[in-house]
């Protein structure tokens, strides 16, 4: 078995949407067990396609442009080759600071849209990946004597990574750069390493799926630390596993702060509302959760609780008791709860096909079978001369529909007269669909917001032209 290493990455992108933005910047460094640094970094910036339109608010804090990606870059295809050449190697465990929810969703989709598997990169041959932030989150919670802790300038406990890098005087020389923010948090790795070495150590073995479900099912309430819950409890609770999620590697776990007793007579569509409800809503919402044992959940057995991370977190250990009493007396909560779950997701599945489904945003659809990943990696190694004349034949339809739109981003000298026309009508009906809503107009319209604000520096009115320019650049031409 390999050697384990750590690898820290961190991503800028084009917008926050993992199904429609695009990575611009990828950043990482290696290092071991140890965390000290092995090998050079790797700094790339990545080109977006021309039916790619960036949110102006993500490129106002990057700094980085279309045109400096374009220019300066490299494309998705040799991005690929490259971090699976030099990066994604046997034992690796790939770490970053909110990664599992958002930079691990981005490379898969990037995987995806690419031909490669979209998991494999981070289980095969001895991979995995972790998440420092939910790990500072519990440090915070549990253990978080020598450390300094932020709070924002409304006097509330903060985790963002410039703050904690910069009240204990960790390097963090650009928030937002990616390659400084992996610096970053191999800083805050360290100091959490070195002031609280047992709990670092235990949530590093967490991030183990079966060691999480065996805790889980363990039959006993745990503590769950996640962004779910609010910061005067330090983002903890204590929970119980309710059920097991119908359709996900994980479970529904009851927050064990409040008595279930009011939820206990619901119908399914109630606890359906209740479940819905935001805190500014009126009425009880209800405290149920998902964990997810492959998202490297922050969890623990109750017997790391002392007395003053108790106080901290406002837990009353018979209130708790009570609780759990009163719940496993319930009749028939779990399945209502359940049937509840079944009306969100019915609810939420009706949304996502009422919005757009193109073909990049459908990889959650199924897995890719056995013989069409071997014609993916006959797509992978073929070069601009040999793609022009490939005509694969897939059996799963997505990376039928995927296969122009490969070649047209990564290989546009591989298209014949005929694919840059399909590819046109791609770009027309992507960027221009709409009308007055369609992602052109709105892009538009937002950089006229933007612009019309009084307090832009120089270089934000540099940014902002340089976007009205690359917006009229990627117009398709029957537009025009």
């Known amino acids: 078995m390999p050697n384990s290493t750590f690898y820290f990455y961190d991503l800028e992108t084009s917008g926050i949407s993992p199904r429609d933005a695009r990575i611009m910047q990828f950043a990482g460094i290696r290092t071991d067990m140890d965390l000290n640094p092995v090998g050079e970094p790797h700094n790339l910036l990545i080109r977006l396609s021309d039916d790619v339109v960036p949110e102006p608010d993500a490129v106002l804090i990057t700094g980085i442009t279309p045109q400096q990606a374009n220019q300066d870059g490299i494309s998705e295809a040799e991005f690929l080759k490259i971090f699976h050449e030099e990066v994604a190697a046997p034992g690796t465990i790939f770490v970053g600071y909110n990664t599992v929810r958002f930079d691990d969703e981005f490379m898969r989709y990037l995987h995806y849209r690419n031909f490669y598997d979209p998991y494999e990169w981070q289980y095969k041959d001895n991979k995995s990946r972790w998440d420092l932030l939910d790990v500072v989150r519990m440090t915070r919670a549990l253990r978080p004597e020598g450390i300094k802790w932020p709070v924002n300038d409304k006097g509330k406990a903060t985790n963002r990574l410039e703050w904690l890098t910069a009240i204990n005087e960790l390097e963090h020389t650009q928030a937002h750069d990616a390659l400084s923010d992996v610096h970053a948090v191999i800083s805050v790795a360290r100091m959490i390493r070195s002031k609280q070495p047992k709990l670092f150590d235990f949530l590093l073995s967490m991030r183990d799926k079966n060691k999480v479900a065996q805790l889980v099912h363990g039959g006993q309430p745990f503590l769950y630390t996640s962004g779910k819950y609010p910061e005067k409890w330090e983002k903890t609770a204590t929970v119980t596993m309710l059920a097991e999620h119908p359709r996900r590697q ?13 939820f206990a007579k619901m119908t399914p569509k109630e606890l359906a509302a209740a479940w819905r409800r935001l805190k500014e809503d009126k009425g009880p919402r209800l405290p149920i959760k998902t964990l997810q044992f492959n998202r490297c959940p922050a969890v623990a057995p109750l017997s790391v609780l002392d007395e003053s991370s108790q106080e901290r977190m406002q837990i009353n250990p018979d209130t708790i008791e009570e609780n759990l009493i009163k719940l496993q007396k319930l009749d028939n909560f779990s399945q209502n709860v359940l049937e509840a779950l079944e009306i969100l997701e019915a609810s939420q599945q009706l949304k996502y096909l009422e919005a757009e489904t193109e073909v990049d945003t459908q990889m959650y659809e199924g897995f890719f079978g056995p013989e069409d990943k071997t014609k993916m990696s006959v797509v992978r190694a073929a070069s601009a001369d040999e793609l022009r004349d490939l005509n694969m034949v897939f059996k799963d339809a997505r990376l039928q ?58 270089n934000e009115k540099y940014l902002l032209e340089e976007l009205r320019l690359y917006g009229e650049s990627i117009i398709p031409e029957q537009a025009m």
């Open 250 to 262: 994980g479970v529904l776990v009851y927050d064990l702060r409040y008595d279930p007793t009011a």
């Open 401 to 458: 529909g995927l296969l122009p739109l490969y070649k047209a981003r990564n290989y546009p000298q591989s298209l014949s007269d005929e694919d840059r026309e399909t590819w046109e009508v791609h770009r027309e009906r992507k960027l221009l669909s709409g009308k007055n809503e369609s992602k052109l107009a709105r892009y538009f319209d937002r950089l006229r917001q933007i612009s019309e604000r009084t307090d832009l520096s120089q």
